[in-house]
């Protein structure tokens, strides 16, 4: 199986609004609202920003939202901070029970 | 405070054998889902494979570039869980990260700091 598809990178500058897409199949995005959100800083290990499409875990900022729309999940940081600089993966449960992520998006603050 | 820790990584040859550990602490892990991620440098994210609580008798799932080479295994008792990788190939050369998923949470929302596992002759 594939990964879902991410555009390898997004970039945007400070106080902006950037977001990134996920697409999927009705096998995996389209099937189950479980799609979550990960923000990955080199050497560091990964943190989770969004579950279950649209919820937030307590203590992550609520300039970070999710939504999804058929086969297409999406993840909008709005108002930029330097510190969004990282990678970001999305990760969805699929039909064969099993989990897949994204390939990766790369966002820059500029 | 929720930890997740790795060990048990190095060096192996190809085809060869090595099992890691993931501990855990600060949490009840017997009701936790834990899952197994990798990252190869230069590389994204790659789902490895899960193992289930006991009320969902252990059950367990793999990526497919792993099913059939990996296992997974669990021991509540002492907070731990072990990937069991074996006919290990050069391209499973990566970091590995165990993380969890608790029941209200459809997330990976803690995760250790990852263990790096080489394989080269």
């Known amino acids: 199986q594939s990964a879902l598809t991410q555009p390898a990178s997004v970039s945007g500058s400070p106080g902006q609004s950037i977001t990134i897409s996920c697409t999927g199949t009705s096998s995996d995005v389209g099937a189950y609202n479980y799609v979550s959100w990960y923000q990955h800083h080199p050497g560091k290990a990964p943190k989770l920003v969004i579950y279950e499409v649209t919820h937030r875990p307590s203590g992550v900022s609520n300039r970070f939202s999710g939504f999804k729309s058929g086969n297409t999940a999406s993840l909008t940081i709005s108002g930029l901070q330097a510190e969004d600089e990282a990678d970001y993966y999305c990760l969805s449960y699929t039909t064969s029970v099993t989990n897949i992520f994204g390939g990766g998006t790369k966002l820059t603050v500029l | 405070e929720v930890h997740l820790v790795e060990s048990g990584g190095g060096l192996v040859q190809p085809g060869g054998s090595l099992t890691v550990s993931c501990a855990a602490s600060?949490?009840?892990?017997?009701?936790?889902?834990i899952h197994w991620v990798r990252q190869a440098a230069g590389k994204g994210l790659e789902w490895v494979g899960q193992?289930?609580?006991?009320?969902?008798?252990?059950?367990?799932a793999f990526g497919a570039s792993v099913k059939g080479r990996f296992s997974i295994s669990r021991d509540d008792s002492r907070d731990t869980a072990y990937l069991q990788m074996n006919s290990l190939k050069t391209e499973d050369t990566a970091v590995y990260y165990c993380?969890?998923?608790?029941?209200?949470?459809?997330?990976?929302?803690?995760w250790g700091p990852g263990t790096l596992v080489t394989v080269s002759s």
């Open positions: 993380s969890r998923r608790v029941p209200g949470i459809g997330g990976l929302d803690y």
């Open positions: 600060g949490f009840t892990v017997s009701d936790s889902t």
């Open positions: 193992i289930r609580s006991k009320s969902n008798n252990y059950a367990t």
